[in-house]
């Protein structure tokens, strides 16, 4: 019998109003799930640390990688034995699911807190992660969720007839669910089927915030419903290819019809960090004078071992804390704001992209200021998203394979570039063209199926594509002559430099002529 085929799910948050007395029951509800959570981690790392300092364990690794089913058995009996399977930790659960426990989570709710607990597990096991994370009373559990919509934490919705009204139920509680009816994309999600609600609390800026509760609560419940999420009619779907190369700070999009373009990755986020970082010391100025035994002659933090330190913290350090708190909130609001721009500006240009594999882990230790304020990955993953919901597909191919930013289709060789050389220059005649503009080229025009670039598939485009790239950078060198600051990635190190000289004049198309460093209409004769 194969696998079952899984339907489509999109998710429709709505605002939850909740009394006071309601708060109270879910943060109990909430911190019970929290310790849960950790007693079920705990178990969970015990078993594994066991399974991996079995002798066995390092037999089933030096089984070859090319022996696959010799290797999966031998773990596979290895996780039997020491109980270590998502089902193992769904019977450890229900085993702790007692006494004063059981009144604030059911049974499955406990099943999905422990299969939570055992994908964090598995993930520092296979390698993906390094360690585990407990919830500590500080961070707390900020959501939980349910299997079905029949039992339990559930969302039910009343019929027009009854007041067509929606509330989350959990554990006597009924919460009304904020529903704008004339919203077409919450009109929309509320005609598809719900598998499942998960209940959500976010910090608020302050107790005094509309919709918080006495600690500076807001709460929301996310639904899981079956189908395509709605599609607005203001964001149209192209169907052209494109090719894409996304830096840390930089994004070139180059389709095989349309218009190239290089630009700032997020222009628009206005970083804070002169803000933040007098807030950051503000704090460490208030728990220093809260906490000076913690500290030696040098004001540095005393080592005491595996002994836990015990730090006390003011009411003025947690309103700072929430303020630093809140600047970081609204920065990824907007942040997320302009991925979500960005993304429906590439679809409706087309929804086929190709672009070149990226370790993220890599951007992070070499460009991390960059990659945590601009958030590449996280664009990504909503591009991705977004184009499958169009029915579209977004390839990503392998850098080792293509290497697109060494590679020449005049001659078909692969040259290693460092990267402080922004510009592509051949001996055999292509170029000099915007390196990051290139590869965005050369990406646009691979076989998906194959991605191995050939000298043959790009003699045509490019008699067109080189003046529509010229014309991307020379839109760029306008901006920096304006005064605007850009990447030096750009090939723009500063304002009065000169573009690299040309080896041959770019192919001209039938609308655009390059003259004089303009761009210009041309017109038949």
């Known amino acids: 019998m194969g696998k079952r085929r899984q339907a489509p799910t999109f998710l429709l948050d709505l605002p939850l109003m909740v009394t006071e007395g309601q708060a109270k029951h879910l943060r109990a509800h909430l911190e019970a799930g929290r310790q849960f959570y950790n007693a079920v981690l705990s178990e969970g790392q015990r078993r594994m640390r066991q399974m991996r300092a079995d002798p066995v364990w390092q037999a089933a690794r030096a089984i070859p990688r090319s022996r696959k089913p010799e290797r999966a058995a031998a773990f596979s009996r290895l996780r039997e034995q020491y109980g270590f399977s998502e089902y193992a930790l769904h019977q450890t659960a229900t085993a702790l699911r007692a006494s004063w426990i059981a009144e604030h989570l059911d049974a499955v ?103 918080a509760d006495s600690k500076g609560n807001r709460y929301s419940v996310q639904l899981a ?121 590439i679809v409706a240009v087309g929804n086929t992209i190709l672009f070149e594999k990226i370790s993220y882990k890599a951007w992070q230790k070499l460009y991390g200021r960059s990659v945590g304020f601009r958030a590449p990955g996280m664009f990504v993953e909503m591009l991705r998203r977004t184009v499958a919901s169009t ?20 001659c078909g060789k692969a040259v290693k570039k460092p990267l402080s050389q922004r510009w592509h220059t051949c001996p055999c005649g292509v170029g000099p063209v915007q390196r990051d ?28 594509a080189e003046a529509r790239l010229r014309a991307a950078h020379e839109r760029v060198h306008q901006r920096a002559t304006e005064g605007h600051i850009l990447p030096r990635s750009f090939g723009r190190a500063r304002a009065g430099a000169r573009l690299p000289g040309s080896r041959s004049e770019p192919t001209q198309e039938p609308s655009f002529l390059l003259r004089r460093g303009k761009l210009e209409a041309w017109t038949e004769r």
């Open 109 to 211: 709710l406990a099943q999905t807190l422990a299969t939570r607990a055992y994908h964090a597990l598995n993930g520092v096991c296979v390698g993906k992660a390094r360690r585990v994370r407990f919830k500590s009373r500080g961070r707390g559990l900020s959501s939980i969720e349910n299997k079905r919509n029949d039992t339990g934490l559930r969302f039910v919705l009343q019929s027009p007839e009854e007041g067509n009204q929606g509330f989350l139920m959990w554990k006597g509680d009924a919460l009304q669910a904020l529903i704008d009816w004339n919203d077409p994309v919450v009109k929309y999600g509320l005609a598809h089927r719900i598998k499942y609600a998960r209940l959500i609390q976010r910090r608020a800026s302050s107790q005094r915030a509309a919709g």
């Open 225 to 345: 419903l079956e189908g395509v999420p709605h599609h607005k009619p203001k964001h149209p779907v192209g169907s052209d290819t494109i090719g894409l190369d996304l830096g840390p700070s930089s994004v070139a999009v180059v389709p095989r019809e349309g218009e190239a373009s290089l630009a700032v990755f997020c222009e628009e986020l206005k970083p804070e960090a002169k803000a933040i970082r007098r807030l950051q010391r503000k704090m460490d100025r208030k728990l220093r004078a809260a906490n000076p035994e913690n500290y030696d002659e040098q004001g540095r933090i005393k080592k005491r071992g595996k002994k836990k330190m015990v730090w006390k913290s003011s009411t003025s350090y947690q309103k700072t804390r929430q303020r630093k708190a809140g600047r970081e909130r609204k920065l990824a609001a907007h942040r997320k704001s302009l991925h979500g721009r960005n993304v429906h500006e």
């Open 391 to 410: 029915g579209g597909s977004l390839t990503e191919v392998p850098t080792r394979s293509t290497r697109l930013s060494q590679w020449c289709h005049g």
């Open 437 to 464: 503009l290139y590869s965005a080229f050369l990406a646009a025009y691979l076989d998906p199926i194959d991605p191995i670039p050939s000298c043959a598939q790009y003699v045509i485009p490019w008699e067109g």
